[in-house]
């Protein structure tokens, strides 16, 4: 990775494909840069070619010409930098970065089939919403279908030429989401040729991948292509023991129980979760009405606390198939002169399949032929878990999803200055729900087997015996008319305009004040749909949600840059003082205005020290599917880890995992406000003479973020402590059901369940255990609190040649220093540095890399600091201590050979061996509720191996 204070100049000159233009008026440092970088063209000239240069580019950051984003932090990664790293997925190209984040990201989380295998953008461990995705300065189409959030993992590898990230807040000049900063990737651009990749993976999932990138000048024009194919294998949960639901072996609790999860035959589970196996086989009675067969009372209670489990991490899989197909096109021309036209376009097409699992939860009541008498308390139902996998019942999970990206880029010279216009659309629809559901209706109204009154038994012939949940043995018609089907498909579109000029103003005796101005208008709209054939006995077709909602953003700018010192009134102590002001002004037609101010300033002070500093505001609107409650919307029943002191107000219901059962409201809210940030930063970069090769820049940053849009952070935590009690009370609250309150009938529960049912767009089953339920928990998207954060980034690189070629070293360390929270607006302040859930505190990269002749080759150590987890799990009703836990540092390496280019049928070959956590080291133990492991920090992949074969052809 490289910092630099001033962005690379690409100047264009005829004998490169371009037409002559007149030349861009740019600050002495510039003009020097451009001048040695065309050296050798100028000189080749019968005459002097400056007209013929001209600057277009603008940094990440800032929508001035020929400057980088002044005051702010900000790297840049180069392809080669790309290159040694093994990762070949964009997405991952941030998460691996100290200042980035694996934080809620779906990187080593299992898929589980809702996400479609997409990935997040997380800078600072600040949210996938509030860190600002670009290509090439355009803001694609949100990715996913009922959660949307940008998604760098649809980008082609083979397309991107380098990674810029500002972090900082850069709404000023992006408006929404700029809040922790923002990452473009920039694409390759007139590129020629024909470049071929083929490369596989090994590992606990393995993979293969083709990249194809073909280009073509012309002499006003450059054509380029891209296709990538990637597809990667499943890898079961079952490859590591620490993904399992019996976690004994690492002192965690059998959550086999806590479902439970049903072996074969299946089990039987009370009101008061007093569970009994189910004889393999058994004498039985035969009911005397219907002549149906169940075992006797007194065989299954010899088989009381003796439940027939599996475990589902034999059925299902961590990480599914995924097949990507990510295809892009680039077009330049120069109509003339003056005047240059670029589309470009992205399509990514996504399919995932994971293997699910369920364990049938069967209703049989009192009425039923299959009910033991005596069982249960006089009166009530039980509940008969049942293995589907056994029963030779597949759970298939599918997504897909294709998202396009286009834009067209107009760019004319008007003299001195130059008008741009781009016009951007985008697409994404698919689904990210396509499973197997259990049939609510059938199974909570006896699917087993009562003959009167119910359409499953009449569609079997009147057969009383069509399924008996005892029986170990699988049985015909059971996925027919106990399992359906849920899909949830969705359509989000984007589309928009964007004009601006840049351009001088004036000339100080620092140089000459530069001026953008611009406007935007942005439509977009998101649709979502969700079918069943869950909800009556017959399996009709059900629409749950069929909902659209639209909004419109329009945008004014501004930035004016400001040199004030350089060469020609350099004085002591300061040899240049630039400064940057900028503003946006955002007008939403759904929830309001909102404008924001930001002020950079550069100072360097010699030839080795640079100072900058920067300060402003952003905003994060919330998004479409977040404020549309006929997205998604629920009611469902869990459950929570509750402290002994709490166990008064919230008395326990399963006393052996010290978990009682809740009703959680989640999902979507209408009445969502914008989050709001002021932030600040200060840096030194050093550069010092006496160590030629070394660079050095630190930065201090201060963020202070409100009104954060998002479920009820850390929920699982909220009863673990009478401390967390406290904080989490307007959340939380305990509820004792009504003395009528019968299981499934929903109008015979709290008043307070009322309440959230007849929010907006929700939805509840019902079913057995409801009314044992003792609290409801509201963790659904709201405005919760705030979040200061405050830290120190260091990069540092130094550069030497010997003998053996050329070395470096780099290095890139992310400290976050004060982490605290509300967790409701005028709440109380309390930390959450380095606790489980939250960004850790420190995390960094170090970087050896060397280059000989055809040979290069990295090794790369990442680190990810330590943290305390408050969020144990209860077992066999003691609560385990919190635990520490330690640092988890892995490497990475690569070699690579590139042939000569000596002509040979060998010139532009190139063959690449990468490995991920070299030395395959396992992740910390991190024992919290159903996991023994901290998807959020660590993953549980271990050693991957990359061999990456690739041929350029000219």
């Known amino acids: 990775m490289s910092q630099s204070k001033t962005e690379s100049l690409n100047p264009s000159v005829k004998s ?276 149906l067969k169940r075992p006797t009372l007194a065989e299954v209670n010899a088989l009381r606390g003796q439940p027939n489990l599996a475990d589902s991490g034999d059925y299902t899989t961590y990480r599914g198939e995924e097949d990507n197909t990510k295809a892009f096109a680039r077009v330049r021309v120069d109509l003339n002169d ?52 056994d029963a030779g019942v597949p759970w298939p999970i599918t997504t897909s999803e294709t998202t396009i990206n286009q834009f067209v880029d107009a760019e ?58 005892y029986l170990a043995t699988p049985q015909a018609g059971l996925a027919d008319h106990l399992i359906g089907t849920t899909i949830r498909m969705g359509e989000q579109k984007q589309r928009g305009t964007r004009v601006g000029l840049e351009g001088p103003i004036w000339d100080l005796p620092g140089g000459t004040a530069r001026l953008n101005v611009g406007a935007e208008y942005v439509w977009s709209t998101h649709w979502n749909k969700l079918n069943q054939d869950v909800r009556f006995y017959d399996k009709t077709n059900y629409v749950l949600r069929d909902t659209r909602i639209n909004r419109e953003v329009k945008s004014v700018y501004g930035e004016v840059y400001i040199p004030v010192v ?71 029943r869990g459950t929570i880890q509750v402290n002994s002191a709490l166990t008064g107000e919230f008395p326990l219901t399963i006393p052996s995992t010290g978990t009682t059962d809740i009703f959680v409201r989640g999902g979507r809210n209408p009445d969502l406000g914008p989050e709001e940030a002021d932030m600040w930063s200060a840096g030194i970069d050093l550069t010092p003479e006496m160590f030629d090769g070394f660079r050095s820049s630190i930065t201090y940053y201060n963020v202070k973020y409100q009104d954060r849009i998002e479920n009820v952070p850390n929920a699982s935590s909220a009863l673990n402590s009478v401390a967390n009690r406290q904080l989490y009370a307007p959340y939380i609250t305990p509820i004792s059901q009504p003395a009528g309150c019968t299981d499934g009938v929903l109008k015979t529960y709290h008043p307070l369940f009322q309440k959230f049912l007849n929010m907006e767009g929700t939805r509840f089953a019902g079913g057995p255990g409801d009314c044992d339920v003792v609290a409801i928990y509201d963790q659904g998207l709201q405005n919760v609190g705030s ?35 509300t967790l409701i607006e005028g709440g109380a302040w309390f930390e959450v540095l380095d606790i489980i859930g939250w960004q850790t505190s420190l995390r960094s990269n170090v970087r050896l890399s060397w280059s000989g002749e055809n040979w290069n080759a990295a090794l790369t150590s990442k680190l990810e600091g330590g943290f305390t987890n408050n969020a144990t799990p209860t077992v066999g009703g003691v609560k385990i201590p919190t635990q520490e836990v330690g640092s988890w540092a892995t490497l990475d390496a690569t070699v690579a050979y590139t042939a000569p280019e000596n002509g040979s049928w060998m010139s532009g070959f190139n063959a690449t061996l990468g490995v991920q956590n070299l030395t395959d080291k396992q992740p910390p133990i991190v024992l919290n509720g159903s996991l023994a492991i901290d998807p959020n920090v660590h993953n549980p992949f271990g050693r991957i191996w990359r061999l990456e074969l690739s041929k350029r052809f000219q």
């Open 338 to 389: 003056t005047l240059q036209l670029t589309y470009t376009g992205l399509l990514g097409v996504r399919t995932t399949r994971n293997d699910g699992n369920s364990s049938l939860a069967l209703n049989i009541t009192p009425n039923s032929p299959y009910y033991i008498p005596g069982l249960a308390t006089a009166g009530q139902s039980y509940t008969i878990r049942y293995n589907v996998a």
């Open 787 to 821: 979040v200061n954060q405050s830290g120190v980034d260091v990069q540092a690189s130094y550069n030497w040649m010997n003998d053996l070629g050329l070395w470096r070293v780099s290095g890139n360390v992310a400290k976050i220093l004060e982490l605290d929270r």
């Open 16 to 291: 490169q494909g371009q037409q002559k233009r007149k030349v861009v008026r740019l600050h002495p440092l510039a003009y020097a840069v451009i001048l040695a970088s065309c050296a050798p063209s100028l000189y080749a000239q019968s005459q002097p070619e400056i007209e013929e240069i001209i600057v277009r580019s603008t940094a990440t950051g800032t929508g001035i010409r020929g400057i980088a984003p002044v005051g702010s932090p900000s790297i840049s990664i180069s392809r080669e930098e790309l290159l040694e790293s093994p990762v070949r997925n964009a997405a991952e190209i941030i998460t691996e970065m100290p200042q980035g984040s694996q934080l809620n990201s779906g990187i080593a989380n299992a898929s589980g089939g809702n996400g479609g295998g997409a990935r997040g953008l997380n800078l600072r461990g600040l949210g996938t919403n509030a860190s600002l995705l670009l290509i090439n300065g355009h803001r694609p189409v949100g990715q996913g279908i009922s959660t949307v959030a940008p998604d760098p993992g649809a980008i082609p590898f083979a397309a991107i030429e380098r990674v810029e990230a500002v972090m900082d807040g850069v709404s000023s000049i992006y408006g929404s989401d700029a809040v922790a900063g923002v990452v473009n990737f920039i694409l390759r651009n007139d590129f020629e040729g024909v470049d071929v990749k083929l490369s596989g993976q090994s590992g606990l999932q393995d993979g293969r991948q083709i990249d194809i990138v073909a280009g073509r000048n012309f002499a006003n024009a450059n054509v380029m292509f891209g296709l990538t194919e990637e597809r990667m294998d499943a890898m079961n949960t079952n490859e590591r023991d620490y993904l399992m639901q019996d976690l004994r072996p690492y002192g965690g609790a059998d959550n086999r129980l806590t479902t439970p999860y049903a072996g074969t035959p299946g089990t039987i589970v009370l009101r008061n979760r007093t569970m009994f196996g189910i004889p393999s086989s058994f004498t039985g009675v035969t009911d005397p009405t219907t002549g």
């Open 566 to 636: 350089d060469t020609a009134n350099a004085m002591p102590w300061v040899q240049k003082l630039v400064l940057n002001i900028s503003a946006r002004h955002d007008d939403y037609s759904d929830f309001g205005k909102t404008t924001n101010p930001r002020i950079g300033l550069s100072w360097d002070v010699n030839e080795t020290v640079s100072l900058r500093a920067s300060a402003g505001t952003a905003f994060r609107a919330p998004s479409l599917d977040q404020i549309n409650p006929g997205v998604n919307s629920t009611l469902t």
């Open 412 to 469: 004319q010279d008007i003299g001195e200055w130059l008008l741009r216009g781009s016009f951007f659309a985008g697409s994404t629809d698919g689904d990210d729900i396509n499973r197997p559901e259990a049939n609510n209706a059938a199974l909570t109204t006896d699917p087993a087997g009562t003959p009167a009154g119910y359409k499953n038994y009449a569609e079997f012939g009147n057969n009383p015996e069509w399924f008996n949940p």
